[in-house]
């Protein structure tokens, strides 16, 4: 039960007992009265009198009787005394009518009262007949005088028992007075014990409230913060301590003022007495019970700071009042702005970092791989011995260099805060290529290099294939280093998990038969720029971070790293990865595999390539013309158009978007016209799939799509298709793409298409045409010309795709179709990241460059 229910019926039982004994004082105050007014006829000796009348009756009975005797016994009888004391008679008996008397008295007073009746016309009339009359009157008198005597005992009898009641009615009335007494005196004292308790309690619950009110106000005056109470009208009636503290006011100073007045600057006071109106006109607030706010306020000496204000309402008896919070921001504004400027320059110092690294990736290495591809290719030509000295001094030394740029990158890259790329991954393919790629280091230094794998067979994982590429090759490659004439072994185990399913640990394992490391220096190895003094590392030199980036991505991978080592001995690297399996289509890996086994021979035929874009065109004549195709090539809808009218053709792929004439307008016109190719399958050649883009392309007149890029598999399947169904060409235009940097199916494409010559020019064009392309579209963006904008990014997403980009092709087309809907938000996004996205494909093409045998797959 609460206090307010115990305090409610406290009152009802103190309301019950006053009720009570107000009713019951009543009561005995009226019994007062009737027992006085009883005793006062008591006093009058009722009986007496009712007993001298009664023997008054009998007293005038008989003088009547002696009055008739004498009248009759002379001759000149007295009329008048007879008359007289008839009525005299008459009178006395009238007396008895509202007498309490008894049975018989009563009847005897009636009978002889009807006998007086009887006479009365006597009486009244003439003497004469009186006279005659009397010895009649005398002798029925002389009849009643046993009822006379009846009368008057029966009058005294009544007397008796009228007082006998009486007595007994004063009697019950006082004892009912004596019973009221008693419980108006019970109640009495049960109410003197109620008050008394209440008066207890009252003064208990008065000292607790007065220490109540001084623990409020202690911790009022305590408080951090300021608190002001104010009345409905904004004159302040508490301040405390924290308030003098802010305000600069003392509180005796301040009460009864008007707070907004005194303690807001004029334009917040204005919107404080606004809410206060409306507050008194519709008791609706906005300010109050609404959370915190942040205000202006002002000191006393008149100097205004930011503060955070909370109020809330309370409803008194004599009306609400507004208690606010108050709390001065001054210091946290300025750690906030102190933050913010410590922010500002972390951001601008990691702007110029990444500025820095994007320019060695550019000015740096891109010259270097100039350099390397050039010596290269000096390698392939007929050279004295002293010239291919120098020429593998030349090369020994650009590589060196080359892997130097490539560590320092690679730490830049596992810096790097966004989300590591998740893509399915053959972790068991993927160790494969890693150890076949270093197998040329190892057998240069005279190293077994060894493979054991447990667990992966036709498993896929949803993992970081770049990250893990990394982890690899610096182990491996550190371990063959330190490793001369011994063995290197990797052992890589996947354990499926027996609670999750599809989740699992895969254990990297590196074990080397080299020096060793002492326990001594295990502990800082992992740190950057750490390079073990001695003769094998001086031998074959590093920067020292190789340790470092795989300690960054296996901490990123959510996995653990730890090292095993003896002098003399050996080393063991253990990497544990949390994973999750994903689920590939074997169909799909299968046919990938079929057409990097070799060159696909098709029957041959005449297709016709429309793209504005010269890499694009010449990309696809190699890739043509490899598969026995025969190849013409049109730069745009018009020479399309005019080549249609010709010759026939049996495949047409035809660009989307191009300066001069669109590919759908294109396709209209050859439909349109009386051309041998008005039937030839038309098939799009674009990097929009979106259905309401197919469906263009449907209505416009072709027969299917081909999405960019276009890799040696979606090519040969374009080109074997059936476009007899009407549908068939828009089921399976393209499979799908993968995920990350680079196309590695695309990379070995172009590898077996082009050669290590003619690859490298065909990047260098793609490099100048992109960073051209690049220009143009910042100049764009920078004067919101979205036209512009998008057709710089089209013509750079057609000619990233042929080179293999991943995430730069579907950076290029959001970014064209940001700029269609005219989406800002979106376009300034994408246009923040470009610059990063090129950068990736630029670094990925280096290390293909660098390592062209690792993702040759066709060797």
């Not at 009643?144 to 009615?169: N, P, Y």
């Not at 951001?347 to 060695?360: C, N, T, V, Y």
Request: proline share 3%; hydrophobic share 40%.
């Amino acid at each position: 039960m609460t206090r307010a229910d115990t305090g409610t019926e406290t009152d009802k039982n103190r309301f019950v007992l006053t009720g009570f004994a107000i009713l019951a004082l009543a009561f005995i105050l009226g019994l007062s009265f009737v027992v006085r007014d009883n005793l006062r006829v008591m006093g009058v000796a009722q009986g007496d009198q009712l007993s001298w009348r009664a023997s008054q009756v009998e007293v005038e009975y008989l003088k009547l009787l002696i009055t008739l005797r004498d009248a009759t016994a002379t001759d000149a009888p007295d009329l008048d005394a007879v008359r007289k004391r008839f009525d005299v008679l008459y009178s006395r008996l009238s007396v008895f009518k509202n007498e309490a008397l008894t049975h018989e008295a009563l009847a005897n007073l009636r009978a002889m009262q009807q006998s007086l009746d009887s006479y009365i016309p006597v009486i009244d009339g003439p003497d004469s007949r009186l006279v005659e009359t009397l010895p009649d009157f005398q002798k029925v008198l002389l009849e009643q005088q046993e009822s006379s005597r009846s009368i008057a005992l029966g009058a005294i009898q009544g007397a008796t028992e009228i007082q006998a009641l009486q007595r007994q009615r004063v009697v019950y009335l006082l004892e009912v007075m004596m019973i009221l007494i008693a419980l108006s005196a019970v109640v009495i004292v049960a109410t003197i014990f109620f008050l008394q308790k209440r008066t207890a309690e009252q003064r208990r619950a008065s000292i607790q409230a007065e220490e109540k009110r001084r623990q409020l106000q202690a911790t009022l005056d305590g408080a951090i913060g300021g608190i002001v109470v104010s009345d409905k009208d904004g004159n302040v009636i508490d301040f405390n301590a924290g308030a003098e503290a802010i305000f600069g006011y003392r509180k005796d100073e301040i009460i009864g003022r008007y707070m907004p007045g005194l303690l807001l600057p004029a334009e917040e006071r204005e919107a404080v007495e606004q809410s206060m109106a409306r507050y008194h006109a519709s008791r609706e607030t906005t300010f109050s019970d609404s959370g915190t706010h942040e205000f202006r306020m002002m000191r006393a000496n008149g100097m205004v700071f930011p503060a955070q204000t909370q109020i809330t309402t309370a409803q008194m008896l004599r009306g609400p009042i507004f208690i606010s919070f108050c709390r001065d921001l001054t210091k946290e504004k300025h750690h906030e702005a102190e933050l913010t400027k410590a922010r500002d320059e972390a951001i601008a110092a990691a702007k110029e970092r990444s500025r820095f690294f994007a320019m060695m990736s550019h000015e740096m290495r891109t010259p270097l791989n100039g350099v390397l591809s050039s010596l290269y290719l000096l390698e392939e030509g007929s050279l004295s011995v002293e010239q291919r000295e120098h020429l593998d001094t030349a090369l020994f030394s650009g590589d060196i260099l080359l892997s130097h740029i490539n560590d320092v990158l690679a730490i830049e890259r596992s810096e790097d805060a966004r989300e590591l790329e998740q893509q399915v991954c053959d972790i068991c393919s993927l160790a494969s290529n890693m150890v076949r790629m270093l197998e040329p280091m190892a057998k240069e230094r005279s190293v077994t290099l060894d493979l054991e794998k447990k667990g992966l067979k036709d498993r896929q994982f949803l993992t970081a294939p770049r990250a893990l590429q990394q982890i690899l090759i610096n182990l491996l490659s550190n371990a063959i280093k330190f490793s001369p004439e011994g063995a290197v072994s990797l052992f890589a185990r996947y354990t499926p998990s027996e609670v999750l399913p599809g989740q699992g640990t895969l254990r990297l394992e590196v074990s080397d038969t080299g020096i060793g490391i002492a326990p001594a220096d295990r502990d800082r190895i992992f740190d950057d720029f750490v390079s073990l003094d001695n003769r094998y590392e001086r031998r074959t030199g590093g920067t020292g971070l190789g340790l470092g980036i795989v300690r960054r991505f296996t901490k990123r991978l959510g996995g653990s790293i730890n090292c095993m080592s003896e002098i003399g001995e050996g080393t063991t690297f253990t990497l544990d990865l949390p994973m999750t399996e994903a689920d590939l289509d074997a169909k799909f890996a299968q046919g990938e595999d079929s057409l990097k086994s070799g060159p696909v021979i098709m029957t041959p035929k005449c297709i016709l390539v429309v793209d504005d874009n010269k890499v694009n065109r010449s990309v696809m004549e190699k890739m043509l013309t490899l598969a026995g195709q025969n190849v013409i090539l049109a730069e745009g809808g018009e020479a399309a158009i005019r080549l249609a009218s010709q010759q026939a053709f049996d495949l047409i792929l035809m660009d989307i978007s191009m300066p001069d004439m669109s590919g759908t307008q294109a396709t209209r016109s050859i439909r349109a016209g009386n051309s041998p190719n008005r039937d030839t399958p038309i098939v799009a050649f674009t990097a929009h799939a979106l259905p309401q883009e197919l469906e263009r392309f449907r209505k416009a007149g072709m027969s299917g799509y081909l999405m960019k890029p276009v890799n040696r598999k979606a090519l040969i399947e374009c080109i074997d298709k059936d476009y007899t169904n009407a549908e068939g060409g828009f089921d399976v235009a393209a499979p799908v793409g993968p995920s990350g940097v680079l196309d590695h199916n695309q990379v070995s494409d172009l590898q077996s298409f082009l050669g290590p010559e003619e690859l490298t020019a065909y990047l260098n064009d793609f490099k100048d045409n992109a960073d051209g392309l690049g220009l143009e579209m910042k100049t764009a963006h920078a004067s919101a010309d979205l036209n512009q904008l998008k057709t710089a990014a089209h013509a750079l997403a057609g000619t990233s795709g042929m080179v293999g980009s991943i995430q730069l092709f579907r950076l290029l087309r959001d970014l064209e179709q940001g700029c269609v809907h005219k989406d800002m938000d979106k376009i300034d996004l994408l246009m923040a990241g470009f610059d990063d996205a090129y950068d990736r494909l630029c670094n990925a093409w280096d290390q293909v460059l660098a390592n062209p045998a690792a993702y040759n797959t066709a060797e």
